[in-house]
Structures are given as C-alpha cells and as structure tokens.
C-alpha cells in the first residue's frame, strides 16, 4: 500500500524508533534536576542539542528544541519581530511560505505590523532581486522557506541571504521540507523544521538562533531551553528527532539521487499519459521527492478518493480538499491550474514499482472523474456566435472550467465567451487554463447576476 | 534506587508504552488527510480524546491536547482572558500556584493588567472567603490549582468554583498534581493538565475549556485541535497519555490508600528521627503520595548531594537549589521554613522498605550536613548582653539561620538578637525559625551595613 506523502509525514524511521525505546527507559526524568535520574536526562537532552546542532550547522547553544515545526516558526518570528521592535515593524515573506510562517504574519499584522508577501514566478520560486528590493530600514525580518511544502521548488535561499546580509535584515529559513535532505545555504540567521517530516517522531521542532541575532522571546517566561521554548522537555522524542536526522542524512545523497529518478519518471509519463495535465514547480532546481501535477476538468477530491481506494495515499491542494473551498495559496501565488491537483512525495524507500504502477492506474482513474464530470472532448467544430455567456453560479471546481471548455469551440476565432462563477478556484483555474490552451485571458469584472464575469477570448 | 520525585515526572507506566508503541505504527500520519493512514490516525485522535474528556468529566470537544501542561496553562490563560476583556482585565490567583500560571500572570501585567494574589494559611491552602473577597466585576479569570506541587496540601476548590459561580468569573484549575488521582471537584470553567504527571509520556497536556466560556485563541491562528493548540499533533504520544490516564485511574484508589500510609510514616517518623524539623502542608487534605520538610540548620543542595549519593532522588524548594538563589514561592507564601528543604514525591508501586531505608538513613545525613556546618547544639547556658548584633553578610543559606540559633542563648529573655544578611531565603527562615522554636520575630530594617537586619526577641 504505498503512501506518496512523505511532506505531510512520514513513517518512523528504525533508527529513531530504537532511540525512542532507549530513551523513554533513560531519559523520563527531568532534565532540570540535580540527581541521577535528572542528569541522565540532561546528558541525553545535551547529546541530542549536539547532532541536532551539527546537522543544522550551528553552535549547539544556538538550538533549541520546540514542540512541532509550526511552534519553532511562531516562536521564531515573533522573536525576532520583538527583538528588532525598535528598527522597524516590517515582515518581509515569500507569498508561498507554509501558513504557520503566513499565520504568524497575520498576528503580527492583528498586532499592528506591517506583512509584506514577496511574489513568486509559475516555478514557485522568488526573484532574489524582487526579494531584495522588497527589503528596506524598517524591515525587522524576512522569512523564506528553503523549499516549497507544495510544489517542491528550492527557493535561492543564498542569494537571498545575501541580499538580507546587505540589508542589515535577519533571514529566516522555514527548512521543514528539506532539513533531511541537507544543510540549509550558509547565510540565515533563524532556522526552523519539524522532525516528523524527516523520519522522527511528531512532537518535535527546531529553532536556531544565530548568535547576535536580536531576539526576543514572546509569551510567558520559562527556564527551560534557553526560555525560548516553555514546558517540560519531550526528552524521548527529541532523542529520536536527533537519531532520525542523523540517519536520514547519511542516507541522503543516494537516497535523493534514486528518488529524483523516480519523481523524473512522474514528470515525464504523466503528461504523456494523461491528457490535458500540467506539472508545475521547478523541473531542475527541487526537492528530489516531490512532483506535482493539475488535471484539467477534474475534482481533486474525487480524484484522491480513487487514488485511496487503489492504495495510493497523496495529498492535493485543490479548493475542494480544502476545509475553506479555497485553492492552495501556493499554487494560487504561482499563476498555475489548481483543480484536480495531485501532490505526490515520496518516502524514502519507495520502490520503482509503486512509481510505476501509479503511472498505471492514474489514466484510467483521471478519465472515469473526467467522465462522471462531463469533460469536454477535445477539439470541436468551430462556428456559431461570437459571444457566448457561460452562467456557472452555484458550481464548484471543475465544472466553470469544464463549461468553458465545452463552449469555446463554439465561437470562431476573435470571439469571447464570459464564465460567471462565484467558486474562488475559476479565479485562478480560468486564467490557468488559458494559458494551458493558448487562448487569451482578457479580465474579471463583476458579474451583475452575483459572483465574478471572466472574460476568454478564442484566439487558436 | 528509589525515585522519589513523582511530582516532577513519573516513569512511562507499562500501558502507556505499550499504546506508544503501537501508535507509533498506527498513528504517525497526519490526521488532517483523507487516505487510510490519515484516517487511522484520527480515529486513534478521537478515542484518545474521548477517553481523556472521561477521565477529566467533559466532553470531547471541549478537550484539546498540548504540548505540556505548561502550554496548556498559558494558552488557557491567555485565551480565556481575551475572551472576557470586554468584561476587564484583573486575573486572580493563588500565590502559590505552579510557576507556569504566575510566569502567565507576569505577561499579563507586562501588556498592562492587572494580577492579584491571593494569600494562602501555613498550611498552604487558601482560604473560600478571602478568594471570593479577591473576585470582583473586573474579574476576567481566577486560577486555583487542585492540589500544591510542592506540599501536597489540596485546595478547595469546590468551594472557591462555587464563589467564582456566584461572581460570574470562569475558573482555570491547573489540575497537573491530581488528574492521575481523581477527577476535579465540578465548578470548573477551564482545566489544565500535564500528562507525564501520571505515568504518561513528556510532550502532551491538556487543557478543557467548558462550552460557553468565553475564550478566544491568542498567538498564530492554526487549524489544529479546534485552534487552541498549533502544530501537528503528538499522536503517539496523546494515544499513550490518554490510555496511561485510564490505567493510573483505575488503580488510583487502592494506590492512593497505600501510599498515603507509606507518607504519613515519613510525616510522623522524620521529626521524631530528626531533631529541628518542620513538615509542612496540610496533614490531612492533601495529595496521597507526597510530604516535604525542612530541616533547620542544613543547605538544601548538600542534603540532595547526600541523599543521591545514597540513591534517592528528592527535589528542594531551598533557594541554594533554585537558579536565582531565592527560596520556592510556595514555601515563602506559606510562611514556613525554607532552609534545609526536602520534597519526597513516591511514584506508584514505591514500596515500605524503599521509606524504611530512607528513614533510616535521613538522619545521619541530615547529622552529618549540620556538622559540616557547625550546627548550634540544643540550649546553652543564658547571661551576657541585652542585645547582640550578628554580621552575616554575605553568607548564604543556612548560615544566618545558624548562627541567630548560636547567639540567641546568649542573651537574656527579654534580650534582643539582630541578624544582618543580604541573603533572600533569611527573610522567610529567620521569623519561620522564631516560630519552630518561640522566640518572638519583632521585624525587619534596611542594615546600614548594605542587606537587611532582622530582629528577633528571646521569649523563651
């Protein structure tokens, strides 16, 4: 039964399971006490700081260990927001860092502060120049992550630190997604991640804090780790954390060269194999376990239903999958189709087999969704009037798209068809699909029966 | 070697590794996902839940799990108090409640509210009327602990809920000593907790918040547990505190009965074994498994020393054990003797020969300690000058105590000792020393010398 979501979660790794079971008999105590029990505890919290620190690249007391990735962000921010108070109240972000990074900007904005989201090309990456010119002397910090959770692409993490050096702004680097894979590019000056997403338990976070780095920590005071983190340490699962990541990375370089062909064979076949896809993200410059494609006309939801029903467990960020029936704000930051999205990450270990069996079913599950949902043929004869209104109000992603589709063979070349929707995915999905199908994305405006009027001009 | 610090952490309970163990295979995905793996986990989520809302007496959906209890208290706090600011901005808690819920206090000042500590008797307990005095229209929370940490005294809280009912203020019970015991004597608004309290693993509290109680979220916005606790669930974790917490309740009772006779042989035996010894906490409404004395005449830290060496670990609320060398809050608000400051704690299945042993040996180390630092013999043969002035500047914990008790015999009844010290813990040593042995404590000056000089009358 493979599962193809390893940036979600994955399994627990052997070698963090055996420290796990070490440590919950050594290492219960509390590491803040005098006797034997408690200094045990203290040099196992020491050890795990120490190859936790060396795979970070930092000083051990430069990190500390924080509840969950989300946790380490929070703290992080609001930190270095607090300690830079008196330069500024600025926050400097890329628009597709993870929502705990964009949560924590809402805060700071509830708060009174000043987010501003830097924007990204169709890969997902930033312009390190766009970034940096979005830095200025009241900047008190910038976030980027070192590669998208979404989509996979590695953001320039260096050439943006550089820019941030030269700025005089602190750099922090969300490296949830890649910290298992290596070290973050010399140059931040926080760094967070979250050791379930590299084989350790879930309850584990890290946070480094470079020293000289302003920093200020928010929320009741504590004495525990460094008073950055409140609350008894989860000494056994950080044993494990620290465990994991040094197994992971040992791994590593073969373990990503195997993976990276693999998300290569999912890249290549899918457009061959299914009709109408797109697979965005970076094809070079990612992270070697993540591959991402949209599927015209197609509900994402039903799409990962099918998937489950055959075994395979992957992750979407279609607005249909989403609790608030909006699309990713990744995908919507990089201009790309979002409905029928798939996200596939794979754990280490996957085998070519499961690649290629997903390469097999995936055609015949995308088109029976396609034709539960009425999906358009392609290509149809030209001719009838030059303007045709679609009304799609009260239909939810694909169907706008699909409606689209099926009537824009019906104007000639040099007419329009409008698509009312009040579905926040046509917003994005219409001007993605254009650009798929080389037609002309004219505007929105609003529509006078309720929702939005997009306006498609047939021009091939 | 006995472990007698169980109000600090307890060793995992066999149940809940058992239910770690398993949960790491079942529960590692993320319970936000619709496939399989995401499925299980949240079936596993929602029993954990509902086994743990039983044992609290709650429903499930007012139950949310934490990091620690330490989180669990400060998202409590500061959520139900942004959830009444309307109402005012007063917090009213007992003085001697866990650091957590005072370092919750202290933010709270710090954003300009205001806190106020209500005082408890020598016993440790606070007293329903004068609670119910402290509470008025301004009032947005009141926070009283079920049971004190450090003495073991239980607080009445049935009572003081009732007084908060009739003040229409919510009540936060920080409930991390008791839960293992027993559920919470109803009248709560919101509860707090701390798994690895009750034999179950580092890295998950509670915290309950009962259906129309105002309370609003502070801090990132998240999705996770009803947005009261951000980041990825530690499920394994919360599977395995949830079971240990119906294990523990299950043999609670019969434990609760053992232990409480294995305490009052320490309450009873020490003073009769040890000479200048004061038990403090309430004798009878207090926890079953947990007793604390000071001896007069002994440095905390050197007594552990002694005791680890022998093999029992015990904690101190003297202040040469704490970081800021200022005797515990707890003992101080009560009044009692700091110096010399022993907690035992006895975890479940402690047995009568681990306390035998530990009887056997305290005194000859206690004897030994007070050696080392010439001691005051019992009586000496009065006479000599009306008044006497000791210069015991610089000199920490508990050399004030000693050579106030070398003097005092010194001087004739009606005479007068004065005692310079800049040492924080003689402010509480010196009138709980005049108290243990009847001599009269007139009071305190600023000393001329730099310190403070503290007077003490002979009366006996």
């Given at each position: 039964m493979p599962y193809f979501d390893a940036a979600s979660a994955a399994p627990l790794h052997p070698v963090a399971r055996q420290a796990l079971l070490a440590a919950l008999d050594e290492g219960?105590?509390?590491?803040?006490?005098?006797y034997r029990e408690g200094r045990r505890a203290r040099m196992l919290l020491d050890a795990a700081r120490e190859a936790a620190a060396e795979a970070v690249g930092c000083?051990?007391?430069?990190l500390v260990f924080t509840p969950s990735g989300t946790r380490a962000v929070h703290a992080g921010i609001s930190g270095a927001l607090a300690g830079r108070r008196r330069v500024g109240d600025r926050l400097v972000v890329s628009a597709v860092e993870h929502s705990s990074v964009l949560h924590a900007g809402e805060a700071h904005t509830a708060a009174g502060g000043t987010v501003t989201e830097v924007p990204v090309g169709r890969s997902g990456a930033v312009d390190p120049e766009v970034f940096a010119a979005a830095?200025?002397?009241?900047?008190a910090l910038a976030c980027l992550q070192?590669?998208?959770?979404?989509?996979?692409t590695e953001q320039p993490v260096a050439e943006v630190a550089e820019a941030c050096r030269a700025a005089g702004v602190p750099l922090l680097v969300d490296a949830a997604q890649s910290l298992g894979w290596g070290p973050v590019p010399e140059g931040w000056s926080l760094l967070a991640a979250s050791a379930h997403k590299w084989g350790g338990p879930a309850g584990v976070g890290l946070l480094a804090v470079r020293k000289g780095v302003r920093f200020a920590p928010q929320g009741p005071a504590d004495e525990r780790e460094s008073g950055r983190a409140p609350g008894f340490e989860n000494l056994p699962a950080i044993v494990a954390a620290a465990a994991s990541l040094r197994a992971v990375r040992a791994e590593a370089a073969a373990e990503a060269e195997r993976l990276r062909g693999l998300v290569d064979r999912i890249r290549v076949r899918v457009p061959e194999l299914v009709p109408d896809v797109e697979v965005v993200g970076d094809p070079v410059r990612r992270l070697p376990h993540l591959v991402t494609f949209s599927c015209l006309y197609v509900d994402g939801e039903t799409l990962l239903h099918e998937l489950d029903r055959e075994g395979f467990s992957v992750s979407s960020g279609s607005s249909c999958t989403s609790s608030t029936l909006t699309p990713s704000h990744v995908l919507r930051a990089m201009g790309?189709?979002?409905?029928?999205n798939v996200r596939v990450s794979l754990p280490a270990g996957t085998t070519g087999q499961d690649v290629d069996r997903f390469l097999e079913l995936l055609p015949g599950l995308v088109g029976s969704v396609r034709d539960r949902f009425g999906a358009p043929e392609p290509a149809a004869a030209p001719g009838g009037s030059e303007a045709l209104v679609v009304d799609s109000l009260g239909k939810r992603c694909p169907i706008p798209v699909i409606e689209l589709a099926k009537v824009?063979?019906?104007?000639?070349?040099?007419g329009t068809v409008t698509v009312l929707s009040d579905d926040e995915a046509a917003r994005l999905d219409i001007p993605a699909w254009c650009e798929m199908r080389g037609q002309e994305y004219v505007g929105e405006e609003p529509s006078p029966k309720g929702g939005t009027a997009y306006l498609v001009r047939r021009v091939s």
């Open positions: 219960w105590a509390d590491p803040a006490r005098l000083r051990p007391d430069e830095l200025d002397s009241r900047t070192s590669a998208n959770h979404e989509v996979g790309v189709l979002s409905e029928g824009i063979g019906r104007v000639p070349v040099g």
